[in-house]
């Protein structure tokens, strides 16, 4: 199928931008990459082709479990390990022997063509914001006096957490109103993670929606900001 697939031009950027990528993008976030270079192609197309240059084998497509779809340039045989917070995803290389082999009693009729493994956990970036954001509630519990904690008094309960301080920052930096994939493009958080923290920060007041699927920062979300 490689040798009567046609190599178009979309195809040919979507790979160059593919294997310039220093992760594994998800055809959202390709998309973005592809369409500085073509800007009329759309996301549908980008999805499709990757669809088809995964199926012939010109790449490869993973399914980080059950999260998005995900895309690699490598088709070196290797592993993966993601976090579990921003679902970055890594490299590993492992020694295959023995112990990858699956005992015939188990394979239940099957005709075992391979393995994947995958491994999870919390990435460096992730691992630095989680610190800084338990140094931030342990100041804040200890700055609290509790003869003072009485509305109006010295515990705030309109507080930001990491990631929705992250996103009212996003937003502030928008000159018009923005999307959850244009929030996303400059944090580190996904279009689902993202919406979750729209819907709470636009219950403090902190967020409008002037329109569907669009939102601004409100200025009681630039007060609690600064």
Not at 91 to 99: A, T
Not at 134 to 148: D, H, I, L
């Amino acid at each position: 199928m490689k040798n009567t697939l046609r190599m178009t031009h979309q195809r040919e950027v979507i790979l160059d931008e593919l294997g310039k990528a220093t992760s594994h993008p998800t055809a959202d976030s390709l998309y973005e990459r592809v369409k500085k270079r073509l800007p009329r192609i759309s996301l549908a197309t980008v999805y499709r082709n990757l669809e088809i240059l995964s199926e012939v084998g010109l790449i490869r497509k993973l399914e980080i479990s059950g999260r998005q779809k995900r895309f690699d340039w490598d088709l070196e045989q290797h592993d993966h390990i993601y976090c579990v917070q921003c679902y970055r995803v890594d490299n590993i290389e492992i020694k295959r022997d023995h112990k990858f082999s699956l005992p015939t009693e188990h394979e239940r009729g099957y005709e075992i063509k391979g393995c994947r493994v995958e491994f999870f956990g919390i990435c460096p970036q992730c691992q630095k914001k989680n610190a800084r954001s338990e140094k931030k509630k342990g100041a804040k519990k200890m700055a609290c006096k509790p003869k003072s904690c009485k509305s109006g008094g010295g515990c705030k309960t309109g507080s930001l957490s990491e990631r929705q301080r992250e996103v009212l920052a996003a937003l502030a930096n928008c000159k018009k109103s923005c999307g959850s994939k244009d929030i996303a493009e400059v944090t580190s958080l996904e279009p689902k993670q993202i919406s979750c923290q729209i819907t709470a920060l636009k219950k403090k007041g902190f967020v409008d929606s002037p329109e569907r699927c669009k939102y601004e920062i409100t200025q009681a979300g630039k007060k609690a900001l600064a």
